[in-house]
């Protein structure tokens, strides 16, 4: 792994305790990640921490905008950084999504969220 690869994530999840969950196994799996309750805190993270490279947010958000919108706003702003969208409630076309894009639906196993996050750290968004 390079050390000019980012290794921080931005865990966007208005639910405090399933945020927390996969905040968690991001650290266990040696990824250090932030957290936001809403896409206003997560564009405010985003600003604050440009060692970020990838948002991991939830759809449903309280907030003038939901996670697919976050989603777009962090592409327009930062195209780097990667995009994992994820919902219990609906599911995400892949048409939908920016380019760096990938939908994770809810549940999921953290471990195979630690595998994805990993992955795409490790590759430039929009390959």
């Known amino acids: 792994m390079s050390p000019t690869i980012p290794r921080e994530v931005l865990v966007v999840e ?12 991001l650290a266990d799996g040696g990824i250090m990640a932030w957290e936001a309750a809403d896409a206003a805190e997560a564009l405010t993270m985003l600003d604050e921490h440009p ?3 990838l948002v991991f947010t939830d759809v ?15 592409h327009q702003r930062r195209p780097d950084v ?5 919902s219990g409630a609906v599911s995400v076309p892949e048409e939908q999504l920016p380019d760096s894009g990938t ?4 549940p999921y196993p953290t ?8 992955a795409k750290l490790d590759t430039p968004a929009g390959d």
């Open 51 to 53: 060692a970020i490279g």
């Open 60 to 74: 449903n958000m309280p907030g003038d905008m939901d996670g697919l919108d976050l989603a777009h706003e962090v």
């Open 14 to 25: 208005d639910e405090p305790l399933v945020r927390m969950n996969a905040a968690d196994a």
């Open 82 to 86: 990667g995009l994992i969208v994820t």
């Open 111 to 118: 471990d195979r969220l630690v595998r994805m996050v990993a």
């Open 103 to 106: 939908f994770l639906p809810k």
